[in-house]
């Protein structure tokens, strides 16, 4: 099984491992796109001005350029430990055990704007990219990444992928057709849940499932695994959907 998770606009900056190796990256057959975007990156951060204007960024904001101009030989660190925010405190991966780290590491892609999905554990510097931003000489990273990713995921072949994308970064490499998955909305018995509590609820399932490390490999196993824990997963009305109810 794989878990695909968004990223976070917010990340720790600094690092303590060797600046980024791209062929080391989980999906390695998306190298080309990786080094395209980065390129791209590297330089648009050349001109500050035009890069805080494509990237949307205030003048307080002028070190996310920085960011994206070292992006070659910045220091690194865990994808997982990189990003901050709802998601990734309820997860809170620096806290789990070895054990529940490696689970993260073989179990959990994390879709990043740049890279595509990265491993949990691959190694990655700061940088800023969304999913909805369009680089000078590239075309729109929908269109770049889509294809592409599907494509890597498919020759991964993975028994089962739980999606807790954002529809933003499916919309950058939906799961194969071929790929037996399950998109996840959070809700509450009032309906879909707000950002902060589909959040939270996200990093506090994969929290869970790094914790216990279960076995299973398909979609049945899950829903056993879940019922078992006191977690909410039900059929939604859209096929190929689950729906994770939480409390409010």
């Known amino acids: 099984m794989k878990i695909l998770l968004p990223p ?19 999906l390695s057959g998306l190298a080309r ?6 390129d791209a990156l590297v330089d648009l951060a050349a001109d500050e001005d035009a890069a805080r204007k494509v990237l949307g960024l205030s003048a307080r904001q002028a070190g996310e350029v920085e960011h994206n101009r070292m992006l070659r030989s910045a220091a690194t660190m865990s994808a997982v430990d990189r990003y901050t925010g709802v998601l990734y405190d309820a997860l809170d991966a620096a806290s789990l055990s ?3 780290r490696r689970w993260l ?5 994390i879709h990043s704007a740049p890279f595509g999905p990265v491993g949990a554990l691959d190694a990655i510097p700061a940088y800023r990219l969304s999913a909805g931003t369009s ?3 590239l075309k729109a ?3 770049h990444w889509g294809d592409a990713t599907t494509s890597a995921i ?15 970064y499916v919309a950058l490499g939906p799961v194969p057709a071929s790929v037996p998955s399950a998109y996840v909305r959070v809700v509450t018995s009032h309906g879909r849940a707000l950002n902060h509590f589909n959040k939270k609820s996200k990093g506090l399932l994969v929290r869970a499932l790094a914790e216990q490390r279960p076995r299973f490999g398909t979609l049945r196993g899950l829903r056993s695994w879940a019922a078992a824990n006191g977690i909410r997963l039900q059929d939604a009305d859209e096929r190929g959907v689950l729906e994770l109810v939480v409390d409010e």
Do not use: N
């Open 33 to 38: 796109q990786r080094r395209e975007v980065i």
């Open 135 to 137: 680089l000078p000489g």
């Open 154 to 168: 498919e020759v991964e072949a993975p028994s089962f992928v739980l999606d807790l994308r954002s529809e933003a």
């Open 141 to 143: 990273l929908r269109r």
């Open 8 to 26: 976070s606009e917010t990340k720790h900056p600094g690092g303590a491992g060797a600046p980024l190796v791209v062929d080391e990256l989980a």
């Open 98 to 100: 070895p054990g529940s």
């Open 105 to 109: 590491g073989s179990h959990v892609w």
